[in-house]
């Protein structure tokens, strides 16, 4: 790894970019930790940053060298908040960008997708992050998370369709090399767990590894726009429960040797997870 400058990282309190700063402050790096509060994290500069407020991007662009971009949630059209706030880093001297998107959404494609596209043009140093849905879903204060503490369900309209789950430690792993290596990826990296699994598989493996009864209730697609449209705008709610019908249409029943070609490790598997973290008692 190359020594760096200092790295912002946009959305440090959350779930890979909580983990990206906590691996390059022990590798050694200088981090920039923004988050809307300016929450303090154990070895990095804390500084104030909201994606709907260019008010706050300036000073958190101020001596960064490179960022790791987590777009804004909920917002299905992020490139009108983030392409400026590109073009504002570049100027200001970052030199390598990793964003993180998704493998449900390609290069040119809806929401972080235009992104995505945009910014091979913006910067020399870069790559995309396009992880599978994250196993922490099924253990943080993810709303999949709290269905199975509240009421020992899972509720998707994705059929009987298999995801690469991934570990987002292994994310944030991809994402310290993809920021700190000697050369940039330059490319768009899919990143998933080592198995395919369905929803189904989940709560089996729940079930068996913490004790826990877990099931899987299967949505309609309709089912799942309404129940998320209670929380989200219409337009983010059907898209996300249309990748649940693309997921039971098999989109995501793949795997990949990304997280194993950049970091040289395996990446950990949805039982490992559960058996080291253990996020219910029994």
């Known amino acids: ?102 493998s449900a959404i390609p290069e040119g494609g809806p929401a972080v997708g235009t992104v995505h596209q945009a910014l091979p043009g913006l910067f020399e140093q870069w790559a995309v992050l396009r992880p599978s849905w994250f196993m922490q879903n099924f253990t943080g204060t993810h709303a999949q998370a709290l269905s199975i503490r509240e009421n020992g369900t899972i509720l998707t309209a994705a059929g009987s369709g298999r995801v690469g789950f991934v570990d987002a430690g292994d994310i944030a792993a991809v994402a310290v090399r993809a920021l700190t290596d000697d050369r940039a990826p330059n490319t768009d990296l899919v990143l998933t767990g080592p198995e395919a699994l369905s929803y189904d598989d989940i709560a089996t493996v729940i079930t068996e590894v913490t004790g826990r009864a877990v099931v899987h209730h299967h949505l309609t697609y309709k089912q799942m726009r309404d129940r998320l449209t209670a929380q989200l705008p219409l337009e983010f709610a059907s898209m996300l429960a249309g990748m649940d019908r693309a997921i039971a249409d098999g989109a995501e029943d793949h795997t990949t040797d990304a997280v194993q070609h950049v970091t040289g490790r395996a990446p950990r598997s949805f039982r490992a997870l559960l058996e080291n973290e253990m996020p219910w008692s029994s």
């Open 1 to 102: 790894m190359t020594a760096t400058g200092t790295t912002l990282v946009i959305g440090a309190t959350g779930t890979t970019g909580s983990r990206t700063a906590a691996q390059l402050i022990a590798a050694g790096h200088r981090v920039k930790a923004a988050s809307r509060h300016a929450t303090q994290f154990p070895g990095a500069e804390p500084v104030n940053f909201d994606w709907f407020d260019p008010a706050t991007h300036g000073s958190a662009l101020d001596g960064v060298d490179r960022v790791y971009l987590i777009p804004p949630l909920g917002d299905s059209d992020p490139a009108a908040i983030m392409l400026p706030f590109l073009h504002q880093a570049r100027a200001g001297g970052v030199h390598r960008a990793v964003l993180l998107s998704s």
